[in-house]
């Protein structure tokens, strides 16, 4: 999918005011999956969770977010943070911390691919990637690696 500019009005990059306005995001993005997919979002009790984890069943899922990430992510950022949830869900692969930082990049790029459609802007979600965390974990490699390598797949050049 060739990369595009989303004019800057289509999105937003302020955080949440409050879970309805992130549960918009992730129906948005769920629309561009081609699938019927049921989503709903919840706020996770253990301030010490996961950004996001997507509890599947058939047709959908829960999402629930960490509290602390609900009032700080960007609502732009969240639209990929969704997408990359809905690939794992639809494409089938790497559930649940079982998975690897290659089947991770995959559902990067395929959760962009969503996100892009639904009109959120990819460069400013990468530069979020670049600036929150330098962390590698096994299952999932380095957020800095994999930011850069979705920005080689798209194209982006110079902006970040």
């Keep these: 999918m060739p990369f595009r500019r989303v004019p800057p009005a289509a999105v937003t990059n302020r955080p949440a005011r409050n879970l309805e306005e992130i549960d918009q995001v ?3 993005v769920a629309r561009e999956t081609g699938k019927p997919l ?3 979002v919840n706020e996770n009790p253990n301030p010490r969770s996961a950004m996001a984890s997507m ?3 058939a047709g959908g899922g829960r999402i629930v977010v960490n509290p602390r990430a609900a009032r700080q992510v960007p609502l732009n950022s969240w639209a990929f943070i ?3 949830e809905f690939a794992h869900h639809v494409h089938d692969f790497g559930h649940r911390g079982h998975t690897d930082p290659e089947q991770e990049l995959r559902a990067d790029i395929l959760g962009a691919e969503y996100a892009i459609r639904a009109g959120y802007d990819l460069v400013p979600y990468l530069r979020w990637m670049l600036a929150t965390s330098r962390a590698f974990t096994r299952s999932h490699g380095s957020m800095h690696e994999r930011a850069y390598a979705m920005a080689r797949y798209f ?3 110079g902006e970040l």
Excluded: D, L, T
């Design 26 to 28: 992730a129906q948005r």
């Design 38 to 40: 049921s989503v709903y």
């Design 55 to 57: 509890y599947h069943r």
């Design 82 to 84: 969704f997408g990359h």
């Design 155 to 157: 194209g982006v050049r």
